[in-house]
Protein backbone atom coordinates (compact mmCIF):
# COMPACT_ATOMS: atom_id res chain seq x y z
CA UNK A 1 0.00 0.00 0.00
CA UNK A 2 1.16 3.44 -0.64
CA UNK A 3 1.05 5.21 2.28
CA UNK A 4 0.22 8.42 0.53
CA UNK A 5 -2.77 7.11 0.03
CA UNK A 6 -3.58 7.81 3.52
CA UNK A 7 -3.18 11.12 3.61
CA UNK A 8 -5.36 13.06 6.38
CA UNK A 9 -5.77 10.08 8.14
CA UNK A 10 -4.34 9.68 11.74
CA UNK A 11 -1.65 7.31 12.79
CA UNK A 12 -2.75 4.07 15.69
CA UNK A 13 -0.92 1.64 16.87
CA UNK A 14 -2.30 -1.90 16.91
CA UNK A 15 -1.13 -3.75 19.44
CA UNK A 16 -0.92 -7.64 19.55
CA UNK A 17 -2.74 -9.05 22.96
CA UNK A 18 -0.61 -12.47 24.41
CA UNK A 19 2.82 -11.63 25.10
CA UNK A 20 2.57 -7.99 24.02
CA UNK A 21 0.23 -6.83 26.61
CA UNK A 22 -0.41 -9.75 28.88
CA UNK A 23 1.53 -12.88 29.32
CA UNK A 24 1.21 -15.81 26.91
CA UNK A 25 -0.36 -18.39 28.66
CA UNK A 26 -1.92 -20.07 26.04
CA UNK A 27 -5.78 -19.73 25.23
CA UNK A 28 -6.97 -17.82 28.18
CA UNK A 29 -10.88 -18.68 28.74
CA UNK A 30 -11.41 -16.20 31.84
CA UNK A 31 -10.48 -12.80 32.99
CA UNK A 32 -8.86 -14.58 35.74
CA UNK A 33 -6.16 -15.66 33.96
CA UNK A 34 -4.98 -12.32 32.62
CA UNK A 35 -1.97 -11.19 33.70
CA UNK A 36 -0.71 -7.40 32.29
CA UNK A 37 2.69 -7.21 32.13
CA UNK A 38 4.12 -3.57 34.18
CA UNK A 39 4.92 -2.19 31.56
CA UNK A 40 1.86 -1.80 29.80
CA UNK A 41 -0.08 0.86 31.23
CA UNK A 42 2.53 3.41 31.45
CA UNK A 43 3.45 2.33 27.80
CA UNK A 44 0.16 2.66 25.79
CA UNK A 45 -0.78 6.51 28.09
CA UNK A 46 2.04 7.46 26.07
CA UNK A 47 1.50 5.81 22.91
CA UNK A 48 -2.38 7.29 22.74
CA UNK A 49 -1.10 11.01 23.02
CA UNK A 50 -0.29 10.59 19.47
CA UNK A 51 -1.40 7.20 17.95
CA UNK A 52 -5.53 5.75 18.21
CA UNK A 53 -5.24 2.30 19.89
CA UNK A 54 -6.19 -0.79 18.78
CA UNK A 55 -5.63 -4.72 19.64
CA UNK A 56 -5.26 -6.85 17.09
CA UNK A 57 -5.53 -10.65 18.23
CA UNK A 58 -5.34 -14.42 16.78
CA UNK A 59 -6.90 -16.80 19.23
CA UNK A 60 -7.18 -19.87 17.15
CA UNK A 61 -7.81 -21.88 20.25
CA UNK A 62 -11.74 -21.27 19.05
CA UNK A 63 -11.17 -22.95 16.45
CA UNK A 64 -9.54 -25.80 17.77
CA UNK A 65 -12.15 -26.12 20.44
CA UNK A 66 -9.36 -25.04 23.22
CA UNK A 67 -12.14 -22.25 24.15
CA UNK A 68 -15.52 -20.83 23.38
CA UNK A 69 -15.85 -17.60 21.31
CA UNK A 70 -17.48 -16.17 24.35
CA UNK A 71 -14.72 -16.74 26.65
CA UNK A 72 -12.42 -15.24 24.04
CA UNK A 73 -14.69 -11.89 24.08
CA UNK A 74 -14.80 -12.17 27.63
CA UNK A 75 -10.90 -11.98 28.07
CA UNK A 76 -11.26 -9.13 25.27
CA UNK A 77 -13.20 -7.41 26.95
CA UNK A 78 -12.11 -7.42 30.47
CA UNK A 79 -8.39 -6.17 29.14
CA UNK A 80 -10.29 -3.58 27.36
CA UNK A 81 -12.11 -2.27 30.85
CA UNK A 82 -8.56 -3.08 32.79
CA UNK A 83 -6.89 -0.33 30.82
CA UNK A 84 -9.39 2.19 30.22
CA UNK A 85 -9.72 2.03 34.55
CA UNK A 86 -6.08 2.78 34.01
CA UNK A 87 -6.65 6.14 31.60
CA UNK A 88 -5.36 3.90 28.15
CA UNK A 89 -8.88 4.00 25.91
CA UNK A 90 -8.84 0.95 23.00
CA UNK A 91 -11.12 1.75 20.08
CA UNK A 92 -11.32 -1.75 19.21
CA UNK A 93 -10.81 -4.86 19.30
CA UNK A 94 -10.20 -7.20 15.99
CA UNK A 95 -10.18 -11.41 16.89
CA UNK A 96 -9.76 -13.81 14.64
CA UNK A 97 -11.00 -17.27 16.66
CA UNK A 98 -9.93 -19.23 12.98
CA UNK A 99 -7.33 -21.57 13.02
CA UNK A 100 -5.03 -21.24 10.43
CA UNK A 101 -6.41 -24.15 8.28
CA UNK A 102 -9.91 -22.58 7.90
CA UNK A 103 -7.86 -20.55 5.35
CA UNK A 104 -9.92 -17.04 6.97
CA UNK A 105 -9.06 -13.73 5.26
CA UNK A 106 -8.55 -12.04 9.23
CA UNK A 107 -5.72 -14.30 10.78
CA UNK A 108 -2.85 -12.32 11.02
CA UNK A 109 -0.54 -11.57 9.18
CA UNK A 110 -3.41 -11.05 6.66
CA UNK A 111 -4.03 -7.17 6.76
CA UNK A 112 -8.13 -7.62 6.85
CA UNK A 113 -8.61 -6.42 9.85
CA UNK A 114 -6.08 -3.28 9.71
CA UNK A 115 -7.68 -2.44 6.60
CA UNK A 116 -10.93 -2.46 8.11
CA UNK A 117 -10.00 -0.06 11.38
CA UNK A 118 -8.12 2.32 8.26
CA UNK A 119 -12.02 2.80 6.19
CA UNK A 120 -13.53 2.90 10.20
CA UNK A 121 -11.38 5.18 11.70
CA UNK A 122 -9.55 7.36 9.15
CA UNK A 123 -6.45 5.95 9.54
CA UNK A 124 -3.04 6.31 8.19
CA UNK A 125 -1.22 3.04 7.97
CA UNK A 126 1.54 4.24 6.59
CA UNK A 127 1.95 6.66 9.77
CA UNK A 128 1.14 3.55 11.76
CA UNK A 129 2.47 0.68 13.54
CA UNK A 130 1.87 -3.10 15.12
CA UNK A 131 3.69 -4.40 18.19
CA UNK A 132 3.57 -7.87 18.82
CA UNK A 133 5.70 -11.18 20.07
CA UNK A 134 5.30 -12.95 16.67
CA UNK A 135 7.01 -12.46 13.46
CA UNK A 136 3.32 -12.61 11.91
CA UNK A 137 2.99 -9.14 13.53
CA UNK A 138 5.91 -8.02 11.68
CA UNK A 139 4.27 -9.52 8.28
CA UNK A 140 1.37 -7.57 9.25
CA UNK A 141 2.54 -4.86 9.66
CA UNK A 142 4.55 -5.21 6.15
CA UNK A 143 1.23 -6.87 4.26
CA UNK A 144 -0.42 -3.23 5.76
CA UNK A 145 1.73 -0.59 4.67
CA UNK A 146 2.43 0.26 8.78
CA UNK A 147 5.36 -0.70 10.63
CA UNK A 148 6.25 -3.25 12.43
CA UNK A 149 8.27 -3.69 16.09
CA UNK A 150 9.09 -7.11 17.33
CA UNK A 151 9.26 -7.99 21.19
CA UNK A 152 11.17 -10.11 22.81
CA UNK A 153 8.86 -10.60 25.58
CA UNK A 154 6.00 -13.86 25.39
CA UNK A 155 7.46 -16.01 22.56
CA UNK A 156 9.78 -13.77 21.43
CA UNK A 157 13.18 -14.91 22.02
CA UNK A 158 11.42 -18.56 20.72
CA UNK A 159 10.97 -16.77 17.26
CA UNK A 160 13.50 -14.57 16.42
CA UNK A 161 15.01 -16.66 14.18
CA UNK A 162 12.32 -17.16 11.97
CA UNK A 163 12.49 -12.73 11.31
CA UNK A 164 13.50 -11.99 7.54
CA UNK A 165 14.80 -8.48 6.36
CA UNK A 166 14.97 -5.19 8.11
CA UNK A 167 13.19 -5.64 11.51
CA UNK A 168 13.03 -3.41 14.46
CA UNK A 169 13.07 -5.81 17.80
CA UNK A 170 12.80 -4.01 21.22
CA UNK A 171 13.10 -5.64 24.77
CA UNK A 172 9.03 -4.68 25.91
CA UNK A 173 6.40 -2.54 24.98
CA UNK A 174 8.17 0.33 27.01
CA UNK A 175 10.79 0.07 24.62
CA UNK A 176 8.70 -0.30 21.81
CA UNK A 177 6.99 3.16 22.98
CA UNK A 178 10.24 4.65 23.26
CA UNK A 179 11.30 3.78 19.78
CA UNK A 180 8.16 5.09 18.44
CA UNK A 181 8.13 8.24 20.32
CA UNK A 182 11.93 8.86 20.40
CA UNK A 183 13.51 6.50 17.62
CA UNK A 184 15.64 5.15 21.06
CA UNK A 185 15.73 1.60 22.47
CA UNK A 186 16.18 -0.71 19.48
CA UNK A 187 17.74 -3.91 20.45
CA UNK A 188 17.59 -5.08 16.88
CA UNK A 189 18.71 -5.19 13.39
CA UNK A 190 17.23 -2.22 11.79
CA UNK A 191 19.30 1.02 10.20
CA UNK A 192 16.56 2.48 8.21
CA UNK A 193 16.46 6.17 8.38
CA UNK A 194 13.34 8.19 10.28
CA UNK A 195 12.00 8.60 6.95
CA UNK A 196 11.92 5.44 5.73
CA UNK A 197 10.41 3.24 9.06
CA UNK A 198 7.24 5.97 9.21
CA UNK A 199 8.22 7.63 12.14
CA UNK A 200 5.12 9.93 12.74
CA UNK A 201 6.36 12.30 15.50
CA UNK A 202 10.07 13.09 14.33
CA UNK A 203 11.65 15.82 17.12
MG1 LIG B 1 1.47 -12.68 20.84
ZN1 LIG C 1 -9.97 -15.43 10.91
Same mark, same amino acid.
Given at each position: ?????????????????????????????????????????????????????????????????????????????????????? /????????????????????????????????????????????????????????????? /???????? /???????????????????????????????? /????????????????
Amino acid at each position: MNPTSDVGGVPAVFLDRDGTLIEDRGSLRSPAQVVFYEETVPSLRRLQKGFRLFIVTNQSGVGKGELTLEEARWVNAHVVERLREH /GVDILAVYCCPHQRSDHCACIKPLPHFLLQAARDYRLDLGRSFVIGDHPHDVELARNAGAT /GIYLLTGH /GRKHQTELSGNVIVTANIQAAADWILTGTGAV /GIPLLSTKEVGRSNPM
